[in-house]
């Protein structure tokens, strides 16, 4: 269930992925944040959801597996390549486990860093939706 793709181009150089927001990326993007060096394959990162922010997540190097709920259904997927991603729209419960060693995460999202719209507890979330 990939739902957002960059654009891959391949040549003798090297690799090249391209996003642009409003396009690939859609929204404007005003945040951004990367995740590496994860300790340990046991860490579990994100366990929350928010009541406004829109995301998309990709991972740039190795792999991780993103673990999501939206009140109805509970899905999960297999993050491992770059020029693929996934959007988290508002009110989805997410979070993100099972990091390689080599995992880096990029995350961009619609807005900037507001605590206020952190969902963080379960319960609060399930009678939000």
């Not at 190795?62 to 997927?77: A, H, N, P, T, V």
Request: glycine content about 6%.
């Amino acid at each position: 269930m990939w739902n957002t793709k960059l654009i891959f181009k391949k040549d003798g150089r090297g690799n090249l992925y391209v996003g642009e927001a409003r396009k690939q990326i859609p929204f404007a993007i005003k945040r951004f944040y990367i995740i590496s060096n994860v300790v340990s394959p046991k860490v579990v990162r994100g366990m929350h959801a928010h009541k406004k922010l829109e995301q998309a997540i990709f991972c740039l190097n190795g792999s991780f597996e993103l673990s999501m709920d939206d009140g109805r259904k509970k899905w999960s997927i297999f993050m491992n390549n770059p020029a693929k991603g996934v959007l988290l729209r508002k009110k989805v419960w997410h979070s993100m486990s099972k990091f390689s060693k080599d995992c880096v995460t990029l995350v961009v999202a619609s807005d900037y860093y507001n605590e206020d719209d952190y969902i963080r507890n379960y319960d609060e979330f399930s009678k939000l939706i």
